[in-house]
């Protein structure tokens, strides 16, 4: 009787919510070690079809379980994630693990170093479960990956449709009950795209808020970290874990960092939430389109004030000096790299080298466009507290289908990182075909408590957070 119950908690946790699942381990419900050895065998099940994974530590996971077990019995918590699993995105140093950043060109390193997010996990309790795939150095919004393989998302197991990227992996092992929570990067949309494809939450961070100390950079004027988790408390928490100061970041900010979780719950009617204007409702898939508008409802029932207007800098326009920004940066990171006769994925490599006609001129020039087109931005949000748009215009389409030399998952996400705002993804439904649909709340610099705050409200509104993928049970 007690095997039989203790194995229906363990399954009872396949869905559910990090916070959930720490809570039911630290009340004794569950045991760490029992988690792990679910997921494990999760893991052994449907990651052959779903390629979330580069890595699974299973014997490290299984031990660190044990010993947070322990503490447990002892009376000792580490913090708030203690027990629960984090699949981590392979841009992030662990030592003793080799890093590859999704690419076969030359021999994955093994790391040295602990980035500090993993660090700062591992301090709060964390088991760090794998390393999950990667567009190859994080350099696409797909999520296909021509050398290691393209992750197959969850929510549709006949047909292999994209996961979204680059944080490819991290979504759909969260997505498919593989892990509790994970950590991915966002460069133009790389944390917001796979999370809202996948049926999740996933937040880019302010630039500076969370360390990118021991990460493999691409574009470091625009690279953050940022956590993807099934509910806004989930993202809350892991923020709240993984944000502060690091003197081994040169951007980090000093300012101390504000626990979201402890004013998520506050209200929100009176909220001013700036719209999608009507010249920036063009080229998105009805479904989104629709689901969009269903939302802003939901917003309106909530109290909040729409308003619409035009935005200082279109969506493409943003969306073009972004793209010139980050090949500039990535051929100035990689470009030596790149340039040798070795196998990477041809996509990431004609973007890559995309930056190499961009000379110092060019590039201070894109400097200034960003930084006006920042300026006009910040200036329009004096009188609104969010903005509210699309994650997404499609949702995921077949791989086979895929058009590497279009950008439609960049539009709404390329803005972001170039303006140095903060945005968080959540779902708004399902799509005809049954696929996710996202939105997303943007704010300005630093206000990830409002915008997660909000994110909650929207989402305790709607039942779309407890959706899960069919045939993973």
Known sequence: MTTNTNASRIESLTWATLEETAAAISDGQVSSEALVEHQLSRI???????????????DEARQVARALDGLLRAGIRLGPLHGVTIAIKDLFEIEGRPIGAGSRAVPAKVSAINATVVERLRAAGAVIIGKT????????????????????????????????????????????????????TDTGGSVRIPAGLCGLVGLKTTHGLVSRHGLVELCPTHDTVGPIARSVRDVALLLDV?????????VSADAPVRRVIHHIEHGVAGTRVWVLPASERHSIESDVLSLY??????????GMQLVERPLPQS???????????????????????????LVFDPHVRRRILAGKDIDAAQYIELLKMRDKARTAMLDAMESVDVCFMPTNAITAIPVGEVDELSTPLSRFGRFVNLLDLCSVAVQAGLSGQGLPVSVQFVGKPMAEPLVLRIAHAFEKATPWHEAVPNGLD
Not at 322 to 341: P, R, T
């Open 44 to 58: 052994a099940r449907f990651e052959p079809q779903l390629k979330a994974f580069v890595e699974v530590y299973a």
């Open 133 to 184: 795939q990667t567009v190859e150095f994080a350099f696409g919004g797909w999520g296909t990956n021509a050398v290691m393989g393209t992750p197959w998302n969850p929510w549709d197991l006949q047909t292999h449709r994209v996961p979204g990227g680059s944080s490819s992996g991290s979504s759909v092992a969260v997505a498919a009950g593989l892990a509790c929570g994970a950590l991915g």
């Open 242 to 250: 993984i944000a502060g100061p690091d003197p081994r970041d040169s």
């Open 293 to 302: 508008d269903r939302a802003l409802s939901t917003l309106a029932e909530l």
């Open 315 to 341: 969506l493409t326009e943003s969306m073009r000096i972004a793209g010139k920004l980050m090949s500039a940066e990535g051929y100035a990171n990689l470009g030596e790299l790149f340039e040798q006769d």
